[in-house]
């Protein structure tokens, strides 16, 4: 008989357990809220505008249950991974994931707030033109002047007109609604992917951001109003259009959101920023076995039973041309080569299946 001591010491008390997770073992909200309430308060360096009275209070707010991202499902976690998970909750720093393309940087941050039901992520996609603001907020002026036009000629030249708001044409970016919607043991998820492309300014715009936690909207500082709702981010068509309240053109985290920002390793980073960063290297496997433990939570058991010796063989191909070093080859390849040689594989003749292969196989470099 297992006394309750023995069950304590056997249950995972981690914030984020790294759990592979399927549509039916998404941990329920109030599970989810068990694990938060273990984040620890910040270090005293790291703390922002958060007051207890307000956590309590978000604390107590109905949680929305949103329909699983496919992107967090089936994602195996490597434990390292979920420690330095673990340790950026704790010390209220950015994550910075680097690796070759496909090796599971982003779904990292989907599985992250899929377990522990968090707001996001919230995905600010970069390129080469990308500036701060793209992220923090979104306001189209001219829009509005053309709106104020447009009243201005149905009322005629004489008659007084009411300004459009300006509410209804500024919209957060992403990283203005994660920091918005981060509060007491419920931070936001906030996604930076590809940092590496971004202009060679970004990484000090955001050591700013980074370390006070706040950014003004200078369009909404200039008002004479004490506060205006504006748009929120959207990460997808069905998300809601409520409006956010800003006071006094001033967003501040009342906790510092959980930032995940991934880099393909094209490029190095400022040692400022990267001592603000915690730092996690995602590898693939490099033997049968783990690629087989990726395919079992991507395939049910059924086809991995059909596919088993091919789906082996598959692995060792794809194995040999990684350790040739000719080139990167990503796991995602070898996810759909296994699907194609579910799909249509057996239509091909064996010199058709090895020319696709060898296309599904290309390196990514070199």
Request: proline share 7%; charged share 30%; with cysteine.
């Amino acid at each position: 008989m297992t006394t309750n001591s023995e069950q304590n010491q056997a249950e995972d008390l981690r914030i984020y357990r790294g759990k592979t997770l399927t549509e039916g073992n998404i941990p329920s909200a109030k599970e989810q809220q068990k694990h938060l309430k273990r984040i620890p308060a910040p270090p005293p360096w790291r703390i922002f505008s958060y007051s207890q009275s307000e956590g309590e209070q978000n604390e107590k707010l109905p949680q929305k249950r949103e329909k699983p991202d496919p992107r967090a499902l089936g994602f195996v976690v490597d434990p390292f991974a979920a420690d330095l998970v673990n340790a950026a909750f704790c010390l209220r720093r950015p994550l910075l994931i680097e690796g070759i393309p496909g090796a599971g940087k982003t779904s990292l941050a989907y599985a992250v707030a899929t377990e522990l039901g968090l707001p996001g992520p919230y995905r600010w996609s970069i390129v080469s033109r990308t500036t701060l603001k793209n992220g923090l907020y979104d306001y189209d002026a001219i829009g509005r002047l053309q709106e104020a036009s447009l009243i201005r000629q149905k009322k005629g030249e004489g008659g007084e007109i009411e300004e459009p708001s300006i509410g209804d044409y500024l919209r957060l970016g992403p990283m203005g609604m994660a920091f918005k919607l981060s509060k007491k043991n419920r931070p936001a998820v906030l996604l930076i992917d590809e940092i590496d492309k971004s202009d060679i300014d970004m990484p000090n715009d955001l050591l700013h951001i980074f370390e006070e936690g706040f950014f003004e909207i200078p369009e909404l500082a200039r008002l004479k109003s004490k506060f205006e709702y504006v748009l929120p981010y959207r990460r997808q068509r069905d998300d809601s259009e409520e409006k956010i309240k800003i006071e006094k053109g001033f967003v501040q985290c009342e906790e510092f959101p959980l930032v995940f920002m991934t880099s393909n390793e094209a490029r190095e980073f400022p040692p400022a920023f990267l001592r603000r960063c915690l730092r996690l290297t995602l590898n693939q496997p490099n033997d049968i076995d783990g690629f087989w433990t990726i395919l079992q939570q991507r395939f049910n058991s059924e086809t991995l039973n059909r596919l088993d010796e091919p789906a082996k063989q598959l692995i060792t191909k794809f194995l040999n041309k990684v350790k040739k070093k000719q080139g990167n080859l990503a796991t995602d390849q070898l996810l759909n080569a296994v699907y194609l040689l579910l799909e249509n594989g057996q239509d091909l003749n064996e010199e058709r299946w090895e020319t696709l292969l060898a296309t599904i196989f290309k390196p990514l470099q070199g």
